[in-house]
Structures are given as structure tokens and as C-alpha cells.
């Protein structure tokens, strides 16, 4: 297993649609193994493939004890919503900004041996399902944000050295990442 390096804001995988899995080998195993512990590593709630530059549709998750992965996810959501919470993203670093979700999700798609999974979720776990679920669309949670907390990300992203921020996460995280992470990084010459 390796930690992988995630991308940031402005990375081009991040705003396309990620293709639907077709291939269920090892290498597949290899995707979920590194997502989870690229994840476990930086304490995210989940991590969704195109944030580690792998564009299939691909997602782990751990939230409250929860944990898992879903391949090719469908999502059916509630009418109703829940209250707005602040969510920040792994590509998107130093941001937080509240987003209004789904109440209640049931998230379908496989595992990494194409058994069926399906999830019922409410709260912070459907959060999770619907953000990254997000990723696999190309969207950012930023994009889901209006009026005055739309204006302000937007500001703060055209504002952010993100050459700067991902030079400083490749610092701090160095110990436990070592040579993956920081080849590549956005914004850095090649």
C-alpha cells in the first residue's frame, strides 16, 4: 500500500467526469488499498479517486465507525434537507464553508470483487456519500455554495497560493508520505 499525493484545486481531473469501473483485478484491490490509507493518513472523512488523480468512479469513506468503499456509486437521495454544516474538502485546503445537503442518502454500486453494496445513510455519512459522490461528477463542493459564502470561496480560491499550501502539506506530511507525495504537485515546474 502507498499514501498517494492528492490533487489540488485547479488540477483538471478534478473537474472531469470520472469513467465508470470495467476492470475488477488487482489493481483495483491496489486503488481502494492506497485510497484508504491515503485517507487514514490525513484523517479525511473520504476521498473520492479523482483527488489522488485517478479518474474512475471510485470512493472510500470513514465516518463515525463506518468505513467502506463503493465503486460505480448511484445515489438516491431525500427530498427534504439537513441542517447546513461546514464542510472543507482534502483538494480545496484551508476552506471551509457550510453546504447544503441531502438529509438522507442510499448509496448503491459494488466493492472492489463486484458484489453489490448498498448503504443506507443519514447525517455526516450522507454528507460524505453526496460530496464525494460530487468528485466523481467533477464538482466541488464550492460549486454547490451560494450568495455570500459563493462570493467569499471564490474570492479565497483566486486568492490562495496553492503552490505555497501544497508546498507546506508536502512539509508537514513528508514523515509519513515520503517520495509520493509532492512529485507533480499542481503549480509546481516540472
Not at 481502494?32 to 491515503?38: F, K, S
Not at 431525500?78 to 464553508?97: H, K, T
Amino acid at each position: 500500500m502507498a499514501i498517494l499525493s492528492i490533487r489540488i484545486i485547479g488540477d483538471p481531473v478534478l473537474r472531469t467526469v470520472a469513467d465508470p469501473v470495467t476492470d475488477f483485478g488487482p489493481e483495483l484491490a491496489k486503488l481502494v488499498a492506497d485510497m484508504t490509507e491515503t485517507m487514514e493518513d490525513v484523517e479525511g472523512a473520504g476521498l473520492a479517486a479523482p483527488q489522488i488523480g485517478v479518474s474512475q468512479r471510485v470512493f472510500t469513506y470513514r465516518i463515525g465507525g463506518v468505513e467502506g468503499h463503493i465503486i460505480n456509486p448511484v445515489l438516491e437521495n431525500s427530498d427534504d434537507f439537513q441542517p447546513d454544516e461546514v464542510e472543507g474538502c482534502l483538494s480545496i485546503p484551508g476552506l471551509g464553508f457550510p453546504v447544503r445537503r441531502f438529509r438522507t442518502t442510499r448509496a448503491t454500486g459494488v466493492d472492489l470483487n463486484g458484489n453489490p453494496v448498498s448503504v443506507e445513510a443519514e447525517g455526516m455519512l450522507a454528507r460524505c456519500f453526496q460530496h464525494e459522490t460530487d468528485h466523481l461528477d467533477g464538482i466541488l463542493y464550492t460549486d454547490r455554495l451560494e450568495g455570500d459564502d459563493r462570493k467569499a470561496a471564490l474570492r479565497a480560491i483566486r486568492n490562495a497560493n496553492y503552490h505555497a499550501i501544497t508546498e507546506k502539506t508536502t512539509s508537514q506530511r513528508a514523515a509519513s508520505v515520503g517520495s509520493s507525495f509532492g512529485g507533480g504537485s499542481f503549480g509546481a515546474p516540472e
